[in-house]
């Protein structure tokens, strides 16, 4: 059976849209990933260049409102900054909430190579915790 996976940030443009890109690649079909923030700031284009120099394309995903799923039943709620876990809103289900804050690579200061590279850090940092959410649960 397929699992619903959300993810949830505070405007879904770079964390969140990070590991979607990747709990799609690394569950196939063993999952449905959605991704929303509780705003919508648009997908971040830092975040989809780092993702596509590790052969992962998120430049097809749409900066979601967490408002939009509340008719899903959701088996996981990933929050990945404390904002968003702090701010999320009640899932009426029997979701198992699990929550990592990650540094948000949007509000990186300095040189375009210097904002690239904190991209770069952080979009590991997240791919070795959906590695290791995908391993846990899966």
């Given at each position: 059976?397929?699992?619903?996976?959300?993810?949830?940030?505070?405007?879904?443009?770079?964390?969140s849209q990070i590991a979607d890109g990747y709990l799609k690649h690394i569950l196939g079909d063993?999952?449905?990933?959605?991704?929303?923030?509780?705003e919508t700031?648009?997908?971040n284009p830092k975040a989809i260049i780092t993702m596509k120099e590790d052969a992962i394309d998120?430049?097809?995903?749409?900066?979601n409102h967490v408002d939009e799923y509340q008719n899903i039943d959701f088996d996981f709620v990933i929050t990945v900054c404390?904002?968003?876990k702090e701010r999320c809103p009640f899932?009426?289900?029997k979701a198992h909430k699990?929550?990592?804050?990650?540094?948000?690579?949007?509000k990186a200061a300095g040189t375009e190579d210097e904002i690239l590279q904190e991209f770069r850090t952080v979009r590991q940092t997240i791919k070795e915790f959906c590695e290791q959410f995908a391993k846990d649960n899966f």
């Amino acid at each position: 059976m397929t699992k619903n996976i959300l993810v949830l940030c505070t405007g879904n443009s770079c964390r969140s849209q990070i590991a979607d890109g990747y709990l799609k690649h690394i569950l196939g079909d063993k999952a449905s990933v959605y991704s929303a923030g509780i705003e919508t700031h648009g997908v971040n284009p830092k975040a989809i260049i780092t993702m596509k120099e590790d052969a992962i394309d998120i430049s097809n995903h749409t900066s979601n409102h967490v408002d939009e799923y509340q008719n899903i039943d959701f088996d996981f709620v990933i929050t990945v900054c404390d904002n968003a876990k702090e701010r999320c809103p009640f899932f009426p289900s029997k979701a198992h909430k699990i929550h990592q804050n990650f540094s948000d690579p949007a509000k990186a200061a300095g040189t375009e190579d210097e904002i690239l590279q904190e991209f770069r850090t952080v979009r590991q940092t997240i791919k070795e915790f959906c590695e290791q959410f995908a391993k846990d649960n899966f």
